[in-house]
């Protein structure tokens, strides 16, 4: 079964411009979270999907938004870029919402903002 | 004060030790307690999860939650150079809405 995948792995932008960013989930997983990680705050959550619903969300400024698609798969999209926003972004995927001893994490997209 | 706190390190070993990986946490909520193992340029993997206080053991992994201290750790019996990576612990409430709060890290050598 292949793993959860997240496209592109890597990506440079400049500050104030968008970005959206793509996550497969494993077959058969409907639920997919996100997360940011950074050196100095960590791993972070900002918001979980299931059913092409948001079902929770983190504290994060409303330049962050997501979305889930009927197939399941999911983008998340940060508008505005800041320099701060520059962080590893996860997504993990489970078959249910909050089912974290069965939830997997895809390799991360790595976004640099200049 | 952060919800959960973890010892910062970095943390460096020699082949053969027990290695103890620890993280404090201050919601009393908290009902559901992981362990996960990131290595360079990978996203994180489950290692341990558990929801009682106590321990349990997974190979050379134990994990123990003693919930009345809000106290986790992570102990590696026979650490091996491969265990090498960035280990977190993470815990989440009950509830269909949950959501994981992780520590911020520890970074592990083992040296051969």
């Known amino acids: 079964k292949a793993g959860v995948t997240q496209t592109p792995r890597y990506l440079i932008k400049t500050r104030g411009q968008q970005v959206t960013l793509s996550c497969s989930p494993i077959s058969g997983h409907r639920s997919v979270s996100w997360y940011q990680q950074t050196p100095g705050q960590g791993l972070q959550f900002l918001f979980e999907?299931?059913?092409?619903?948001?079902?929770n969300k983190g504290n994060f400024p409303g330049r962050f938004s997501g979305r889930q698609f009927s197939n399941s798969r999911s983008e998340m999209n940060v508008s505005t870029l800041e320099l701060g926003d520059s962080a590893l972004y996860l997504c993990a995927s489970s078959s249910a919402p909050s089912s974290y001893n069965e939830q997997f994490f895809g390799p991360g997209t790595r976004l640099t903002v200049l | 004060q952060k919800e959960v706190e973890q010892d910062p390190g970095p943390l460096s070993v020699p082949e053969g030790a027990i290695v103890s990986l620890n993280c404090t946490y201050s919601n009393s909520a908290f009902q559901y307690f992981m362990w996960y193992r990131q290595y360079s340029r990978k996203g994180p993997e489950l290692l341990m999860y558990?929801?009682?206080?106590g321990n349990k053991e997974d190979g050379r992994f134990t994990a123990q939650v003693d919930k009345s201290s809000k106290y986790i750790s992570l102990f590696i019996r026979d650490s091996q150079p491969s265990d090498s990576a960035t280990y977190l612990c993470a815990m989440s409430v009950t509830g269909a809405n949950s959501k994981l709060t992780f520590g911020k890290g520890i970074t592990l050598s083992v040296r051969p």
């Open positions: 558990t929801y009682s206080s």
């Open positions: 999907y299931f059913s092409e619903t948001q079902r």
